[in-house]
């Protein structure tokens, strides 16, 4: 069974937010071995200066390295990350095995992103979209996409 860790920076606020994230665990349950290790934000000024959060990104990462399971294959979620298809990353997902990898880490960073070392380590960045979307929401449609990676891997009806 795949084991797929998501490493995020921040805590879900919104009680919906968590509904829909417990929902798709709930579902991939079946389908692979997940974990959700979220990790708290570093404390910025209200009007940080690019030093400033830099250095958060730094430590973040730091936090962040620890936790990425040994030999996984890395997606970083960024901005000039490439986007995917839900069909491209079903084939990525499937493959990851065939190549030695049993596990994936996809990471999360905060709302200034992730740091440079941490995409440096990063097999392959990933966008969501050329379009923004509130920081909290990637982490629900993240867990949405694995879903629907797994049912087109399985070709079920899920996925139209």
Known sequence: ?????VICIGRLKEPYLRDACAEYQKRLSAL????????AAEKLSENPSRK??????????????????????????CIEGKQR???????????????GKSSIAFIIGGSFGLSDEIKSKSDCRLSMSKM???????????????YRSMQIALNTKYHK
């Open 85 to 99: 298809t839900s069909e491209e990353l079903s084939c990525e997902l499937v493959q990851a095995p065939l190549e």
């Open 132 to 146: 923004t979307f509130p920081h909290q929401l990637a982490r629900v449609m993240l867990l949405e996409q694995i």
């Open 52 to 77: 400033e959060i830099e250095g958060a990104l730094l430590a973040e990462g730091k936090r962040i390295a620890e936790k990425i399971p040994k030999g996984a294959k890395i997606y970083t979620l």
């Open 32 to 39: 692979c071995k997940l974990s959700i290790i979220e990790l």
């Open 1 to 5: 069974m795949l084991n797929i860790t």
